[in-house]
């Protein structure tokens, strides 16, 4: 219906030349029609005339695959006819339906999840990974070619401070796991910190002092670092393979240092960016408002986040020659990403900058209250968070006798799915007891739905393509509107990437479809009605499987 409210918009403004929102509400059951708009009451005022009127002179532009009733003080009903709808879905329908081409091939490189090298992934880096995934593909079902790239943390001192660390560990380097190196490197950390207050700095020695021996291509060195890169990345790639994640590329925080720190050099030269007197490097951006400059680079010359971004900003500009970026990162570097974006502009770099942000992940505490989501430990791993789920859906589903890839299916369906209730910019709330259930807005649920539709096309196969001559598609009104609207969601949600718009129509086509088996048998019905039903199923299961395709949730054989 939505096209038939941009109509209405349309006309008002060429008749009375105002601008009015216009909505459409449900018409009582005891009154024919559909929809009711009370738009002709809102002009009344300033056009002069009466409601009635002003109903009838728009009712006479709108288009004739409805029809329209002039209704009490002057309310404009719309009677849809469910063969209309099904001629509009029949047209329009084809292998892509719901994507579109406004993208025009541009590229757009979408970025996540970003992990850090030298730790166990966690739930921290769950939403980069979601998000991203589905900006990817929300972007390419809109035309953009999309070049994904996993921004690893992997530059500075890390591998110091792991290499000093599992020295003193006694840890043998065959044997030695990618969490063995979280914990070493958290008690680096600690015991460094205690080591600089207490005015000595024999770890942190060490600690240069490898970077120095890696650097000068010692061999002892050399391997320290490629075993603990692999270490760390087969597990990077490990838990992506569990989320269904992948990009094309890793070119991670390290390859960009020397690129960042040439800018950086050519724009001191050049007069753009500031030197300060203690060495550092500055970019003013009070021109932006932004009254903290960037700092792009360190006293000593090192290289920063920033440095390394501004060559990977860089790269992708100018390289990949993308028209487009799109980065998965947390609320809490917003503020960093204002700042790179204002150092772009400034540099003269044009193209679209988007930090697609989100909010934390929180559970509820042992006081009843919400907090940021930890564990004893610490930091709650991902893997932790996956195993969780998978023993959930197979207590939760105990009887569909699930085969491994479904129960990996549908837990981090779940998981997935729940990243995309509400707005990205709130926080999400861990909650298993919804996340998880096969009622209410959850994954699952969305999910039970696609496997039901395809239940009932395998056991009515025979009928599938048959003719249905001119069924009149009475029971079927409100599945074909859900369907004809999802283009211009997919469309509607290219700009800002709001993927809980799509979630939230997966779940309320699912909820559709249950509506609609509860009036309208299949299998029951004789055979030009279930040919005709038959035809709808399975354009609703292509819509929800492209829908929740779109957010990375992947539909399982069976539940
Ligand atoms: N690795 C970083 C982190 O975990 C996120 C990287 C974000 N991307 C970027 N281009 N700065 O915080």
Same mark, same amino acid.
């Given at each position: 219906?939505?096209?038939?409210?941009?109509?209405?918009?349309?006309?008002?403004?060429?008749?009375?030349?105002?601008?009015?929102?216009?909505?459409?509400?449900?018409?009582?059951?005891?009154?024919?029609?559909?929809?009711?708009?009370?738009?002709?009451?809102?002009?009344?005022?300033?056009?002069?005339?009466?409601?009635?009127?002003?109903?009838?002179?728009?009712?006479?532009?709108?288009?004739?695959?409805?029809?329209?009733?002039?209704?009490?003080?002057?309310?404009?009903?719309?009677?849809?006819?469910?063969?209309?709808?099904?001629? *509009?879905?029949?047209?329009?329908?084809?292998?892509?339906?719901?994507?579109?081409?406004?993208?025009?091939?541009?590229?757009?490189?979408?970025?996540?999840?970003?992990?850090?090298?030298?730790?166990?992934?966690?739930?921290? =880096?769950?939403?980069?990974?979601? *998000?991203?995934?589905?900006?990817?593909?929300?972007?390419?079902?809109?035309?953009?070619?999309?070049?994904?790239?996993?921004?690893?943390?992997?530059?500075?001192?890390?591998?110091?401070?792991?290499?000093?660390?599992?020295?003193?560990?006694?840890?043998?380097?065959?044997?030695?796991?990618?969490?063995?190196?979280?914990?070493?490197?958290?008690?680096?950390?600690?015991?460094?910190?205690?080591?600089?207050?207490?005015?000595?700095?024999?770890?942190?020695?060490?600690? *240069?002092?490898?970077?120095?021996?890696?650097?000068?291509?010692?061999?002892?060195?050399?391997?320290?670092?490629?075993?603990?890169?692999?270490?760390?990345?087969?597990?990077? =790639?490990?838990?992506?393979?569990?989320?269904?994640?992948?990009?094309?590329?890793?070119?991670?925080?390290?390859?960009?240092?020397?690129?960042?720190?040439?800018?950086?050099?050519?724009?001191?030269?050049?007069?753009?960016?500031?030197?300060?007197?203690?060495?550092?490097?500055?970019?003013?951006?009070?021109?932006?408002?932004?009254?903290?400059?960037?700092?792009?680079?360190?006293?000593?010359?090192?290289?920063?986040?920033?440095?390394?971004?501004?060559?990977?900003?860089?790269?992708?500009?100018?390289?990949?020659?993308?028209?487009?970026?799109?980065?998965?990162?947390?609320?809490?570097?917003?503020?960093?990403?204002?700042?790179?974006?204002?150092?772009?502009?400034?540099?003269?770099?044009?193209?679209?900058?988007?930090?697609?942000?989100?909010?934390?992940?929180?559970?509820?505490?042992?006081?009843?209250?919400?907090?940021?989501?930890?564990?004893?430990?610490?930091?709650?791993?991902?893997?932790?968070?996956?195993?969780?789920?998978?023993?959930?859906?197979?207590?939760?589903?105990?009887?569909?006798?699930?085969?491994?890839?479904?129960?990996?299916?549908?837990?981090?369906?779940?998981?997935?799915?729940?990243?995309?209730?509400?707005?990205?910019?709130?926080?999400?709330?861990?909650?298993?007891?919804?996340?998880?259930?096969?009622?209410? *807005?959850?994954?699952?649920?969305?999910?039970?739905?696609?496997?039901?539709?395809?239940?009932?096309?395998?056991?009515?196969?025979?009928?599938?393509?048959?003719?249905?001559?001119?069924?009149?598609?009475?029971?079927?009104?409100?599945?074909?509107?859900?369907?004809?609207?999802?283009?211009?969601?997919?469309?509607?949600?290219?700009?800002?990437?709001?993927?809980?718009?799509?979630?939230?129509?997966?779940?309320?086509?699912?909820?559709?479809?249950?509506?609609?088996?509860?009036?309208?048998?299949?299998?029951?019905?004789?055979?030009?009605?279930?040919?005709?039903?038959?035809?709808?199923?399975?354009?609703?299961?292509?819509?929800?499987?492209?829908?929740?395709?779109?957010?990375?949730?992947?539909?399982?054989?069976?539940?």
């Amino acid at each position: 219906m939505d096209s038939l409210k941009t109509k209405i918009i349309e006309i008002v403004k060429r008749l009375y030349g105002v601008e009015v929102p216009v909505e459409f509400s449900a018409v009582p059951a005891d009154i024919d029609g559909d929809y009711s708009c009370n738009v002709a009451m809102r002009l009344a005022k300033a056009a002069g005339k009466a409601p009635r009127e002003i109903a009838a002179e728009i009712i006479a532009e709108l288009p004739s695959e409805y029809s329209y009733a002039v209704a009490g003080p002057g309310f404009i009903n719309i009677t849809v006819s469910g063969q209309a709808l099904f001629g *509009q879905l029949k047209e329009a329908w084809n292998e892509d339906y719901g994507y579109n081409d406004s993208g025009a091939g541009r590229i757009a490189v979408s970025e996540f999840p970003s992990t850090n090298m030298a730790k166990p992934y966690s739930v921290g =880096h769950l939403r980069p990974g979601t *998000q991203g995934w589905a900006a990817k593909r929300i972007l390419e079902a809109n035309g953009w070619k999309v070049i994904t790239d996993n921004h690893l943390g992997d530059a500075g001192t890390p591998f110091g401070i792991w290499a000093t660390g599992f020295k003193l560990s006694g840890l043998d380097i065959d044997t030695v796991t990618i969490y063995d190196l979280g914990e070493i490197y958290i008690k680096m950390k600690t015991d460094m910190k205690a080591e600089e207050a207490a005015g000595k700095h024999e770890l942190a020695d060490a600690a *240069q002092d490898w970077l120095l021996r890696l650097e000068a291509g010692e061999a002892e060195a050399v391997e320290l670092s490629e075993r603990f890169n692999k270490i760390s990345l087969d597990h990077i =790639h490990s838990v992506m393979k569990r989320m269904n994640l992948s990009t094309d590329y890793e070119l991670g925080e390290s390859f960009f240092v020397e690129r960042g720190k040439a800018l950086v050099q050519k724009y001191l030269n050049e007069g753009v960016f500031v030197k300060n007197p203690d060495g550092s490097v500055i970019c003013p951006l009070d021109e932006f408002g932004i009254e903290v400059p960037m700092l792009m680079l360190k006293s000593n010359g090192a290289a920063l986040y920033a440095t390394t971004d501004l060559g990977c900003l860089d790269y992708r500009l100018h390289e990949w020659k993308a028209d487009r970026l799109v980065y998965a990162v947390g609320a809490e570097q917003k503020f960093y990403f204002e700042q790179l974006f204002a150092v772009a502009k400034k540099l003269g770099w044009k193209a679209e900058l988007q930090h697609v942000w989100f909010g934390t992940i929180d559970q509820v505490g042992p006081d009843g209250k919400r907090e940021k989501m930890s564990s004893r430990k610490g930091v709650v791993l991902l893997e932790a968070m996956l195993d969780d789920a998978e023993k959930r859906v197979r207590e939760n589903f105990s009887d569909a006798e699930l085969s491994d890839e479904d129960v990996r299916k549908i837990s981090t369906g779940a998981i997935k799915y729940s990243d995309f209730i509400g707005d990205r910019k709130t926080g999400i709330l861990y909650d298993p007891a919804k996340i998880f259930a096969l009622t209410g *807005q959850s994954g699952p649920f969305c999910q039970y739905a696609c496997v039901r539709m395809r239940r009932i096309l395998e056991k009515n196969a025979d009928f599938a393509g048959a003719e249905f001559g001119d069924y009149d598609f009475a029971a079927e009104k409100a599945v074909l509107q859900k369907l004809l609207d999802f283009p211009a969601l997919v469309a509607g949600v290219a700009d800002n990437l709001e993927a809980h718009r799509i979630a939230g129509y997966c779940f309320e086509l699912a909820q559709e479809m249950n509506r609609y088996y509860e009036n309208a048998p299949i299998s029951t019905a004789e055979d030009s009605v279930r040919a005709a039903r038959l035809w709808l199923v399975e354009k609703a299961a292509a819509v929800l499987e492209r829908g929740l395709d779109l957010l990375g949730v992947e539909i399982p054989e069976k539940m």
